[in-house]
């Protein structure tokens, strides 16, 4: 098979060659609404060519099933070879392409790997995703605690020994789910974790959503289908030139009934799926396949330059790296940045870096999160760089010298909301309804400690929950919720996005009284 083809993309421009009349849908035929008059011309703002400026030439791409355009549930065609050569293109047996982003891959595998009540041992920081797959399952969940990176003091998969230690526990496990790397570009070699898995004949199910280019390039760690993960998910529109939503879900070995994950794949996306992201999907694998390592030659050129002028200056900032001799390797397309100083917290760094147009992917307390793309240029690194001079002079960051070194250590307690004895949960259920046995109650934060949450809490980005419905409050959970509430982060699922006042299960009502 040819695997600089583009099957999928090159048919829909033979389409459009052929200028077919369409009496299907979608409801801007082909784009040609912007060859049309209003029937009714209204003075001001052209609407029409204001439209067509933006979405003429992807509305011409954008079409449905037709005989000669294949059917993303039942390929056959030329979706089913630009899948084949994802597959090849990935190191997999199968490739799915996901237009619901990596969430339809992570329900879709949970829905094919576990039925009501079986359990999954799971990584405590999951993607949201992840436990709406277990909603729809109605599987439980053996948590297993993260560990931190030590100088980060991120959280990343758990320990390998801790892992094994749940698998001992709950031997009836249906599979292991891990997520990796995080979103700090921090990632682990998975083959040890899926070893572990396979002796208990589970398969080892993987969210490296963050991750598409790994393995692409020897500066970046191994992904998850090289270390033998089961089944990978990855958000090819994160870090390869896809469109948003544009995902692949790879697959290999027998461990995971395939006809199943089919059907969950066609029970959770579109019946309508999106020609122009599959399309994209086509691209982005075979723009990999046709430039190997060289496609990514620009972004890490741009993010070694960054690193060393940080290196090279004299103030505070500095690059945060993941801790290699730990058996951690960095993504060296994440830059994290903090000022080591303590002085400007990571959620003003972001506001001040968006103020002079340079827009990082994420902050926290500390840290910024600067994601550069495989086509990064020069320029673009120049005028973060001046950016950040900017910010330096503008925020008063001290002198690297004139920092306390304390203040550059990991700061643990930020990141941690749990206890060393907590570091493999009891199975949890996830349900969509809230439990009946117990009414609601809002409550200030801060007398909160003790109840039951009542809401699952999840800043975003990066879309891993705090604290779960259901969840017993502590003291570290009230601390992290308040500090988020300082700094004006964003949550999704909160009642009160301030943060100040948080529901709770009132344990002196019963919903039967």
Known sequence: MNRLRKPLFDALIRRLDRNPLSFHVPGHKNGRLFHAEPASPIEGDDIFATYKTWFEMIMRLDVTELSDTDDLHQPEGIIAEAQQLAAECFGAEETYFLVNGSTAGNLSMLLAACGPGDLVIMQRNVHKSVLNGLRLAGARAVFVMPELEPRTGQMTVPRLDTLAEALKRYPDAKAVFLSSPNYYGAAVDLRPYAEAAHMHRIPLLVDEAHGAHYGFHPA?????????????????HKTLPALTMGA???VQGSRLDRGLLKK?????????PSYPIMASLDIARAMVDRYGESLFRDGLEAAKIFREWISGQD?????????????YKQDPLRVVLRDGSGTVPGYTLQRELESRGCWPELADERHVVLLFGAFTTPADVERLIQACASIVQDCRIPERNESKEKDREPDRNRTVWYSDDEAISLPVSFQFHMKTRQKVKTVVLHQATGYESAETIIPYPPGIPLVYEGERITPAIVERLDTLSRHRARCQGASDPTLRTINVFDRSVSSGS
């Open 264 to 272: 969950a794949l066609s029970a959770v996306q579109s019946s309508s």
């Open 248 to 250: 692949m879900l790879h």
């Open 220 to 236: 970046f760690p191994t992904n998850a289908m090289q270390a033998g993960a089961d089944v990978v998910v990855q958000s090819a």
């Open 315 to 327: 103030s505070a900032l500095e690059v945060v790296e993941a801790d290699g001799g730990s058996g």
